[in-house]
């Protein structure tokens, strides 16, 4: 594979590049070609999307041997679930096709205490996500889905053992607020993410954690912890604690511009938004097109700036040659800004449309794929 | 019952009259007689050692109604049980007679996380307390003892749904210290006075926490909680949020002096303290007797000032018209510290050999009676 997509080549790699410079995040197409060599990369990877990873090299370790890996990620169901929130959970399905375990966690606590959501909304926002996940492809098997706040006592022992050895200081350092919401669920998530490591989870030493690049904070702290805690927990006959592995995935920008944000509906396609009303909206999206027709036609468009190209790029067309006759297109001024958001806007109806059959169908198993807290 | 021992009516009555003051804690005095009406008082209630209470006049009105109630209290797995601790559970094993619900809490998340003990010397003194509680006479109904890392679900998503309500400015007005650990056992510990109002634990309304003058702040930031949460919790269909009442009682003195500290162990007697071992302790106790034999003879002792009068009062004699005899015994000066220690010295021994009868076979039992934690 010689042709690799990277959308942001100029403006959003040096902030990235901060990432690799001051805290140690490698570059994740220094682990491609060994992965390729092992599986298929899944098309986030080859296109750049997934840009970062630290210890990659135990899951590809794992892969080679055959040892087994676990997956863990979060939700947060403070709102519906958008193309932005979908990335996270093709990753997962890709690792669960590659017979990773799955943990998933739905952050229902920090919703509550921190997004001050109710517990009604919160509820109902983490039962249309998991329905979500399952039409995208989520499988069953050796799938752990549960709410924070719903869990079993080995996961709530961790997350309060895992309060000794950190002190405010610190946390003040890491996170800047230090509010009790805001401690509770930092626990809870250190917990969801070293939990899988407990003999009563699996024992999985290699626990891969697929993020967005601002999660890096807890993936930070989680590592320092399972440095802190792994003589105390071998002794505990708990077997250590290895530091967990991760990706780190860019951001998709939001359709009128700037980032993705859920209290700007016009900035993103929500996966229950109508087809037709999802199609107008990315009708009505900023592009990477130049001020005239006549002046794209001269330069051609402009896709690393485009957010209608990263929907196609990150969600809507899996073929790799496919994707790259259309950027090409662009470039070349050969395709206008019209034409080419009729043909995402039509694509993007004919998933939602497929994606909402599915999603019907997954709703009514819900109930039996996670434990829903009755408060 | 007219004549009421009241051993520290002059020097420290003041201090605690500040709670009275500033707190809204109410003298116990006040509700005494109405309990006397419905049952026969503890000897700490008769003998001015429990000496306020706030909202008691609920517990009177569930057991005039019969309505029922419960119990809350903890237990920190720290040290050995001495007898500082015992006159709590025996106050919960009184109300247990008079059939209250108990639960109990074990620390084991404070001891571990802020005392900064291994799990394994908490899990063994918290096997230690169990013991003694149930050799003391603590019966095996209705009775929940819980480690605070290994209990029911719906606990830790009210500890963890409690830390919405709270800020950390509160936290640090009310104890200062806001580590982590802190934080964490702080909820634990608010989750543990609520909790048994909610429907999974018995919906108990009426909740009485028995408590040491120093554990106040808890009770009013468990106050304060029940009156932030009620509405929701009504909406969410768990029937609302009552203040928790609660009791408080004085401390022993240390046998050396000044306070008892489990870090001097001159100052305590543990109940597994060899019965020798803590006679010749108790001999060698300060008391309240005067420079010379004459002048004591002519002023009489100072029983309110007296650590081994204390240890008669509190622990040793339960009937109230032998131990007014020693009472006045020693204040007419017709009975010396020396043979008051050698008399109080052989109660101890006595106690403490039939005690330990009891405890060995009360070892036995302890994992049936509390779920221990493998870790």
């Not at 990263?310 to 809507?316: A, F, G, I, P």
């Amino acid at each position: 594979m010689e042709f690799r997509l990277d959308p942001w080549s100029s403006q959003l790699v040096v902030e990235y590049d901060k990432l690799f410079k001051y805290f140690g995040i490698r570059p994740f197409k220094e682990v491609l070609p060994e992965l390729e060599r092992i599986v298929k990369p899944h098309h986030l990877m080859r296109r750049g999307v997934i840009f970062g990873h630290r210890d990659f090299e135990r899951v590809l370790q794992a892969l080679r041997s055959g040892e087994g890996f676990a997956i863990l990620t979060g939700l947060m169901p403070s709102g519906h679930m958008h193309f932005g929130h979908k990335m996270v959970i093709d990753q997962v399905i890709y690792y669960q096709g590659l017979g990773a375990e799955i943990f998933i966690a739905i952050a229902d606590v920090e919703a509550y205490a921190v997004r001050r959501l109710s517990r009604r909304d919160v509820i109902r926002y983490a039962k249309e996500y998991v329905a979500n996940y399952l039409a995208l492809g989520l499988r069953r098997e050796r799938l752990h889905i549960y709410f924070q706040s719903n869990y079993r006592v080995e996961y709530y022992r961790l997350m309060q053992l895992l309060s000794r050895r950190v002190t405010s200081a610190e946390l003040k350092d890491i996170y800047g607020d230090v509010e009790p919401g805001k401690v509770m669920s930092i626990f809870a998530q250190m917990a969801d993410i070293l939990h899988p490591q407990l003999p009563s989870f699996g024992s999985h030493r290699v626990v891969l954690v697929p993020v967005g690049a601002d999660q890096d904070p807890h993936l930070r702290l989680a590592r320092d912890l399972a440095d802190r805690y792994s003589a105390e927990f071998k002794s505990l006959g708990l077997g250590g604690l290895e530091r967990p592995a991760s990706t780190y995935h860019r951001f998709m920008s939001g359709l009128t511009g700037g980032k993705m944000s859920s209290s700007k509906p016009e900035s993103y396609i929500a996966l229950t938004d109508d087809p037709d009303v999802a199609a107008a909206k990315l009708m009505r999206a900023l592009t990477g097109g130049r001020p005239t027709a006549a002046e794209q036609r001269r330069l051609g468009g402009e896709p690393e700036k485009c957010p209608v190209y990263e929907m196609l790029s990150y969600h809507l067309v899996p073929d790799d040659e496919e994707l790259k006759r259309i950027y090409l297109r662009c470039r070349g001024g050969e395709m206008l800004c019209g034409e080419c958001k009729r043909e995402a806007a039509e694509r993007l109806r004919r998933f939602l449309q497929e994606h909402q059959r599915r999603l019907e169908r997954a709703r009514d198993i819900v109930d039996s794929v996670v434990d829903v807290p009755d408060f």
